[in-house]
């Protein structure tokens, strides 16, 4: 009797060379998934690479995800692999630093945010979807500034409430996947440092204090909807 390899998890992960993405990937690849991996520094992508592939079958394209040849590179690699189980849609633009406030932004720069937060990620899944495995999960990354309203944070907070409108209609539409809209809370990242020059964020938590909520959401049986991933991670804990 033939004995069938059991087929490997694939998970395509944009903005993964640091921060959040970096610490997600490194999750994953101790668990054994296949990883696709992007960011826009080839050199720091080079590095997570070199370290992911120590332990997992990596592919890491530099570029950027509101480019189509980009994504149909990132595409071809994730299908290369085999069917993808996770795809999380991190890679983000804060836009203008300092953050500017919404009659100072700039049109263009605040176009790009959209660009980047919104239109790329959908276009992504898209292109992406005739190799999405039966029940893929979608993580798409979000923020509490997409449903509070802070000073400064109008474009970056539009566009990713924008995000989660549109995860709430594909959740709808295609019913086949799990659409997990996460807030991975404040994390000590470039990004955060950018949106508050000069100051201190060293009292935020490690981008790897988000990981176990979103390991949790992957691994279970949570319908789509929005989370904060801190929460699952806590509520997981309480449970266990």
């Known amino acids: 009797m033939e004995t069938r390899t059991p087929e490997r998890s694939v998970a395509l992960i944009t903005g993964a060379s640091q921060g959040l993405g970096r610490a997600l990937a490194d999750a994953l690849a101790d668990l054994g998934w296949a990883l696709v991996v992007d960011a826009r520094r080839v050199d720091r992508l080079d590095r997570a690479v070199d370290a992911l592939r120590a332990r997992t079958d990596v592919v890491g394209i530099a570029g950027d ?33 300092p953050l500017p406030s919404l009659t100072e932004i700039d049109p263009d720069v605040l176009r790009r945010v959209f660009d980047v937060n919104v239109v790329a990620p959908l276009a992504l899944l898209h292109e992406l979807s005739p190799h999405l495995a039966p029940g893929a ?10 449903v509070e309203a802070y000073p400064g944070w109008g474009g970056y907070g539009a566009s990713k409430a924008a995000l989660e409108h549109a995860s709430r ?10 659409v997990l809209v ?4 404040d994390m000590r ?18 981008p790897g204090a988000s990981v176990p909520g979103l390991l949790a959401l992957v691994a279970g049986a949570q319908p789509s909807g929005r989370y904060e991933a801190r929460t699952v991670a806590a509520t997981e804990r309480a449970a266990s």
């Open 65 to 97: 995800v509101t480019d189509a040849r980009h994504r149909a590179a990132l595409v071809d690699a994730a299908a290369g692999l085999g069917r993808v189980r996770l795809v999380v849609n991190n890679a983000s633009t804060l836009g203008a630093s």
């Open 137 to 146: 999960t979608v993580v798409n990354v979000t923020s509490d500034a997409a």
């Open 169 to 178: 209609v594909l959740a709808v539409e295609r019913p086949d996947l799990r």
């Open 182 to 185: 996460v807030d991975p809370g």
């Open 189 to 206: 990242t470039e990004m955060h440092q950018d949106a508050f020059p000069g100051e201190d964020i060293s009292d935020r938590p490690e």
